[in-house]
């Protein structure tokens, strides 16, 4: 079949993706315009602050997991306060208040916001959309052990299965156990398998690679 | 925060989530309410959610605690090993000491 589309048949253009806009959707609309007309801040400011959120990736949480497993003294001031620990290599958090979590032999750790979908933002971006569902923040916390086999990760019986809701003011950031057979890699190197799934739980560090 | 209740817990202390329903805007999810689990952490202290979804202070900061559930006593069906947990961030008007 011709990559062109020169067939002689007519057919009705694909529909568009775009549904039509509920609600809230409307609701958001009326209110950003109202915002921007009475000029609390501009559509370029609001623009702006959009680019600079999409512009975060888990790369970020990736460098922050790899000093931690390369640096003892690190990681033990990671656990004590996140947030600090960010700031101390350079990621930029604002007002996040975060809290890392370490899988170790004995515990895995999955995060979850059942209430809304709240997420480490600053160090991994934007939250996947399966994240936000309702399916995934309604299961997680009722059977966590069945969600994370639906994403391939096996957690043994004898380790402890310890799920995070973020209900209210902090977030969370799971720090994976590093893979074995990676002694003497750079953190730039050790950072690519910190990936978003295991750094939110639903993966172990390193999964996929040989 | 200066204006904050103080804490009424420490690490290690038994607590029970308040059975209640009050309308509004509550942080506290309905699975947890009437459980009883262990203080893992105290957070800070933090304005009141429930006033400030109504555009009020929330002050005073209400001290915020992770508690530490087993699964076993939220579900009673839970299909996993005992020794699986779950932790929840809650407040200290949502908490009562736990015999």
């Given at each position: 079949m011709s990559i062109h589309h020169d067939h002689d048949h007519p057919h009705a253009p694909p529909p568009d993706a775009d549904a039509d806009l509920s609600y809230y959707q409307v609701l958001e609309l009326a209110v950003t315009s109202l915002l921007t007309q009475k000029q609390?801040?501009?559509?370029d400011e609001m623009r702006r602050q959009i680019e600079a959120?999409?512009?975060r990736h888990p790369g970020l949480g990736g460098k922050l997991v790899a000093r931690a497993w390369v640096d003892p003294a690190y990681k033990a001031r990671a656990l004590q306060d996140g947030s600090a620990a960010a700031r101390e290599i350079g990621l930029e958090v604002g007002p996040l208040k975060l809290i890392v979590v370490e899988n170790t032999p004995d515990v895995?750790?999955?995060?979850?916001c059942t209430l809304?979908?709240?997420?480490?933002?600053?160090?991994?971006?934007?939250?996947?959309?399966?994240y936000k569902s309702r399916a995934y923040r309604s299961r997680a916390v009722r059977e966590p052990r069945a969600v994370l086999r639906?994403?391939?990760t096996e957690?043994?019986?004898e380790i402890e299965v310890r799920v995070h809701d973020s209900t209210a003011d902090m977030r969370y950031l799971v720090l994976p156990r590093r893979p074995a057979g990676t002694d003497g890699w750079s953190e730039d190197r050790l950072a690519a398998l910190a990936t978003r799934d295991s750094m939110v739980g639903v993966a172990v560090a390193g999964a996929g690679q040989s | 925060m200066t204006d904050a209740v103080p804490a009424r817990f420490a690490?290690?202390?038994?607590?029970?989530v308040r059975q209640a329903h009050p309308p509004g805007h509550l942080r506290t999810p309905f699975y947890a309410r009437g459980a009883s689990g262990v203080i893992e952490r105290l957070c800070g202290a933090f304005a009141n959610p429930e006033e400030l979804a109504f555009n009020r202070p929330g002050l005073p900061a209400q001290p915020l605690?992770?508690?530490?559930?087993?699964?076993a006593d939220l579900w009673d069906d839970y299909a996993g090993p005992a020794r699986d947990t779950i932790e929840i961030e809650i407040y200290q008007h949502w908490l009562e000491a736990a015999p």
């Open positions: 609390v801040f501009s559509a959120m999409d512009a895995h750790n999955l995060v979850v809304c979908s709240c997420y480490p933002r600053m160090l991994l971006g934007l939250p996947p959309d399966w639906e994403f391939g957690i043994p019986e | 690490p290690g202390d038994r607590v029970t605690y992770r508690v530490r559930f087993r699964q």
